[in-house]
């Protein structure tokens, strides 16, 4: 079947970085996505990666490796505004997407 | 980026009526737009995909009959929930995709509270 797995919740301290990580498994792949969803929103979108390596993106980086159907979300200089949840999604051959439950990232000052 | 309305935001309505969301590409045509449903501390969950001129289709377990998806135009796409109860309340999130296939990117609707008293 197809599967996201993420944590379901990290604190981290203001200022500090996060790694948020994700691993996959779906019927082909058409690239990850990260978004980002504040309470009582829709999400927004953060990231795409198709190809193995880190792309970044000012504050925010995303990382995939195919073969370990794995992928993270790395946050530098956290700002109180990053408390929010962070969803991962694969896009399956089908191109849907397959969705993770999020993490809750919360931030302390 | 590409800009996705919903319209209401929130929506208030008593059990047995039927509420319509409509959901708009405002700056790009989608030929194929998404409906979710988000139940609190919940991920998205697909409820049916929808392409301009086609019968949408649904996710297991969705119900057709009651959650009527029409996708007129390549910029409108509407969501029917009939006969609403109290567990039909949740956020309703639409998306749209540009292009066919290849093109990945999907852009989220700001969403519509759904309240079922």
């Known amino acids: 079947g197809q599967n996201i797995d993420q944590p379901t919740e990290m604190t981290a301290t203001e200022g500090a970085i996060v790694q948020i990580n994700c691993t996959y498994q779906t019927s082909g792949f058409n690239g990850l996505f990260w978004y980002q969803q504040h309470a009582g929103e829709a999400p927004t979108f953060l990231s795409y990666n198709v190809l193995d390596g880190l792309e970044e993106k000012g504050r925010f980086s995303s990382f995939l490796s195919r073969s370990k159907g794995y992928s993270y979300l790395l946050l530098k200089e956290l700002q109180m505004k990053d408390s929010a949840s962070y969803l991962c999604a694969a896009m399956d051959s089908n191109y849907q997407l397959i969705w993770g439950a999020g993490t809750k990232l919360i931030i302390k000052p | 980026g590409a800009v996705v309305s919903q319209h209401p935001s929130r929506v208030i309505c008593k059990s047995g009526t039927s509420v319509k969301i409509e959901c708009r590409s405002l700056?790009?045509?989608?030929?194929?737009m998404f409906w979710y449903r988000q139940f609190p501390k919940q991920s998205l969950m697909l409820m049916a995909t929808?392409?301009?001129?086609?019968?949408?289709?649904?996710e297991q377990g969705v119900e057709k009959d009651k959650f009527l998806i029409n996708h007129a135009s390549l910029t409108l796409s509407t969501l029917t929930v009939t006969s609403a109860h109290p567990e039909d309340s949740s956020f309703y999130i639409c998306s749209a995709k540009v292009g066919t296939g290849e093109s990945n990117e999907q852009f989220f609707g700001p969403g519509t509270r759904l309240t079922v008293l």
């Open positions: 929808s392409n301009e001129g086609s019968k949408a289709t649904y």
């Open positions: 700056d790009f045509q989608a030929t194929t």
